[in-house]
């Protein structure tokens, strides 16, 4: 199973939970990778085992339904973790510290005894987070009383902001680098935050045996693990992820759920999106989908197009209508719209599976829509006609004038750096000028314009000439 940024690959992650039975309908279809109309899958990602630094790849998350300001606060206080922060923050009072802003051996020995804690683990969490958030002071002449001298005087922003600084505390510990790690298991925590954000996909829970499974697919994977390491792993495993479990429990985000699974809190609900979010992942609220679900086919078409509306809204949108249905709507949207409306319906129908053959085979009828359905047609392993050479240059030249369609500025978009230099491209470019596209024109100037390459600028800026001189 591979990584994207700090998350599981979902669209592997979908399969294992299919295969092992795991999910209702919420984490089925839901899980909508990438951009909509883009179709990139997410690139095998790294870790903190030395293996290569993965991609920032966005995923797609289904919406969650948060709970009110309030609760969520009112609920902070009732963390362990949190009220033990506290009563260390009281204990320690004004005191000298070691080298490094810890407690001296002999405190912290006391603090364990006096407090109850687990152990130096937990006590070295423990103090990360109130001095991080202010509970406690550093100075050179040792711990004091911090700027937060209590909790309850907060208001319910307040809180969470605290609530947020803590979950990052927790987070940051089990980063590469930080000493003692978090769960005591070097795999466990370089997979604890993908751990976390694929509980978050699946709002019924996992069972630890899904979770144990996707970490070893996903180690193996992404740092290159032989059958050894992997077998020694997967032996140990299921106690380091109970372990992990355990102290993401006594920190407040995950709880038991039915039928032995694992479930996010609504703390941690709140607190994975807060950082899913940081990562640039689109991560919704059901409140900012559902304004999407009942606008017509246009309307949401446009507002992926402009990027209003996150693939996370098209999947709602798409969730509430028959596959045969939406994919009607989308195609005559497509078939009278400019190539930008064209490349994101083409995207979108790219979720929709055979259900949809019977609306998706009559745009074969259509000039402007006949290569897209085919395409689909062919990907699902269905009859369709056979698209040529030329419909593929047709096809290149729609999907870079869906470009001009973006929000972005054309000088500066990243797709026309993707485009590969070499014999290839400077060919396709030579070739597009003979394409009956309405497009053709103003894309090759464009590329003159603007791509990367010399070559590649100079074979556009002929093609552009040619097909000038061809038009009556």
């Not at 309405?438 to 000439?465: N, Q």
Request: glycine fraction near 12%; charge should be negative; aromatic fraction near 4%.
């Amino acid at each position: 199973m591979t990584k994207s940024g700090n998350v599981f690959d979902l669209g592997d992650l979908r399969k294992l939970i299919d295969e092992l039975g795991e999910a209702g309908p919420q984490a089925r279809g839901s899980l909508l990778e990438g951009s909509a109309g883009t179709g990139d899958a997410p690139a095998a990602g790294g870790h903190a085992c030395d293996c290569p630094d993965c991609g920032s790849d966005m995923l797609s998350f289904p919406p969650v339904e948060l709970a009110g300001d309030a609760e969520l606060a009112g609920a902070v206080l009732s963390v362990p973790l949190v009220a033990d922060a506290l009563r260390l923050a009281a204990w320690t009072g004004t005191r000298p510290v070691a080298p490094g802003g810890l407690l001296l051996d002999g405190d912290a020995q006391a603090a364990l005894r006096e407090l109850g804690l687990a152990g130096p683990a937990r006590l070295h969490l423990l103090w990360v987070v109130a001095v991080n958030t202010g509970l406690l002071g550093i100075t050179g002449t040792g711990a004091g009383p911090g700027t937060l001298t209590g909790l309850s005087g907060l208001t319910g922003t307040a809180l969470l902001e605290f609530w947020d600084g803590v979950v990052m505390d927790v987070l940051d510990r089990a980063d590469e680098g930080q000493e003692g790690g978090l769960t005591g298991s070097v795999v466990m925590d370089d997979h604890l935050a993908e751990v976390l954000a694929t509980i978050y996909s699946v709002a019924d829970g996992l069972a630890p045996a899904t979770l144990a499974k996707g970490v070893l697919q996903s180690h193996e994977v992404a740092c290159e693990a032989g059958p050894a390491e992997m077998r020694h792993l997967a032996a140990v495993l299921p106690d380091e992820l109970a372990g992990a479990l355990d102290l993401l429990t006594y920190c407040g985000l995950v709880e038991a759920a039915p039928h032995g699974r694992v479930r996010l809190t609504p703390l941690g609900v709140w607190a994975v999106r807060q950082d899913l979010l940081r990562e640039g992942h689109d991560a919704p609220t059901t409140d900012e989908v559902d304004v999407f679900a009942d606008l017509g086919a246009s309307e949401l078409v446009e507002a992926a197009t402009s990027g209003a509306a996150a693939p996370s809204a098209v999947a709602v949108w798409l969730e509430r209508r028959s596959p045969d249905a939406a994919a009607r709507e989308l195609i005559a949207v497509a078939v009278a719209g400019p190539a930008g409306a064209r490349g994101t319906v083409a995207g979108i129908l790219e979720e929709l599976g055979p259900e949809a053959e019977t609306a998706v085979r009559e745009a074969l009828d259509e000039p402007m829509m006949w290569r897209y359905a085919a395409s689909w047609l062919h990907i699902r392993d269905l009859p369709a006609p056979c698209l040529s050479g030329e419909d593929n240059i047709w096809i290149t030249v729609d999907t870079l004038a869906a470009l001009t369609c973006l929000p972005q500025s054309i000088g500066t978009i990243a797709e026309l750096g993707a485009l590969e230099p070499g014999d290839d491209l400077v060919r396709v470019v030579e070739e597009m000028a003979a394409v009956e596209h309405p497009d053709t024109l103003s894309v090759l100037e464009m590329l003159g314009t603007h791509h990367p390459e010399p070559a590649v600028a100079k074979a556009a800026r002929k093609a552009a000439m040619k097909a000038r001189s061809s038009q009556p």
